[in-house]
């Protein structure tokens, strides 16, 4: 099974969400769990933005992390200048590449063929390692992204990036993209760049790296522009649990960036995100809770633990006697058995009155309140 790797954006795209803006201290802590995750690869951002941008970026760099840091750059010479300022190993150039972005710029198909062996031939005296990104590659037609990769490829850039920059993409043409473009280029290296305008970011992420892309580029909880990216610690839990492959990132570590990135930008995460929502292990339903208190998976993909969770159960209307009695074992107290059924009957009702679960609040007082009226 080939083996593929993935690269880290959330300082870059992941800051692009409107309204997000990180401090150098949060730039750093981020970077630092990344690194400590074992993400080989992260896009520190763009010098283009500010001369404090590239202060930022260059004090990331001075950390000493073992990832490799690359810039983000427009097709503009000064871009890549500005990158190089920085003191990163590696560039991203990003050309437009479908008729809609080229001509809301006012570029045209012949100013890539023209511009590209100059501007890559600059990049290549300044960095180690140039990779060129098609952006709106999933909106270009196929014979211009063909002509497009064959000139980059003869360039001889280090890597080719695809960008569903709108999030247009489905699995099954990601699919084709890559066992197509992989197969008609062999020697060359891709990636994906994945976005989630329709909900399909992640699978198209995943789909991706399991036909053939050899990396992709995604960020902690998805932040990003307008629906976001794919989610680092759902594709990471989805290789391991799906594809069976450790991609070499520590769930754990990325479960815990989730809850800090979420607190930083402002964007709290939906109780029911996979993976570090709050609900994500989190279960009610009776039936649910008696087989999951005799095997842990019985309703789970994989433990809680190797996410750096626990599991818990809820009481609500939807709750059975087992789940029930764990809450009240974990919490020391216990109800009568002659009395427990008219407890459960107090609590369901009520939760169907509130039309939501209980608070644990809520739960122990109905409790005390059956303890004392014995």
């Known amino acids: 099974m080939r083996q593929f790797y993935l690269i880290d954006t959330t300082l870059r795209d992941g800051e692009q969400a409107p309204g997000v803006v990180f ?17 080989p690869e992260l896009e520190v951002g763009t010098p283009a933005i500010s001369d404090e941008e590239i202060a930022h970026i260059k004090r990331i760099i001075d950390q000493g992390f073992n990832f490799r840091s690359a810039c983000w750059a427009r097709a503009m010479e000064a871009d890549i200048l500005l990158s190089a300022k920085t003191g990163v190993s590696q560039i991203n150039i990003s050309f437009p590449v479908s008729d809609i972005l080229l001509n809301s710029m006012g570029k045209s198909r012949s100013w890539i063929m023209n511009e590209m062996d100059r501007l890559i031939k600059m990049a290549k005296d300044h ?13 270009a037609a196929e014979n211009d992204l063909i002509e497009f990769v064959s000139a980059v ?41 994945g976005h989630n305008d329709l909900g399909m970011g992640t699978a198209n992420t995943f789909t991706a790296l399991t036909s053939g892309c050899h990396c992709a580029s995604v960020t902690v909880n998805g932040l990003g522009e307008r629906a ?4 680092l610690e759902e594709i990471v839990a989805g290789l391991s649990t799906s594809y069976h492959v450790d991609c070499g990132v520590n769930l754990k570590k990325t479960v815990e960036l989730s ?18 929502g709050e609900m994500a292990f989190k ?8 087989s999951l208190r005799k095997d842990p998976l ?10 750096g969770r626990t599991i818990s159960f ?61």
């Open 23 to 39: 401090s150098l201290e949060e730039k750093i802590r981020i970077a630092s769990t990344l690194d400590a995750a074992g993400v």
């Open 127 to 139: 960095f180690q390692f140039v990779s060129v990104g098609a952006q709106d590659a999933s909106r």
């Open 153 to 193: 490829h003869t360039s001889g850039v280090d890597r080719i990036r695809f960008a569903d920059t709108v999030g247009v993409l489905n699995p099954m043409q990601v699919h084709n993209w890559f066992t197509r473009f992989v197969k008609r280029y062999p020697s060359v290296e891709f990636e994906f760049h």
């Open 228 to 231: 976001g990216n794919a989610a």
């Open 259 to 276: 809850d800090y990135v979420a607190e930083i930008s402002g964007r709290k995460l939906h109780a029911s995100k996979p993976i570090s």
């Open 283 to 290: 279960h009610e339903t009776g039936i649910h809770c008696r």
């Open 298 to 307: 019985a309703y789970q993909p994989f433990l809680p633990s190797e996410a």
């Open 314 to 374: 809820a009481a609500g209307k939807h709750s059975g006697k087992a789940s029930v009695q764990k809450i009240l074992m974990d919490l020391g107290m216990e109800i009568e058995e002659n009395r427990f059924n008219e407890f459960m009957s107090s609590l369901k009702n009520h939760s169907s009155t509130q039309k939501r679960g209980l608070t644990e609040e809520e739960f122990v007082e109905i409790v005390r309140c059956f303890v004392s009226c014995k």
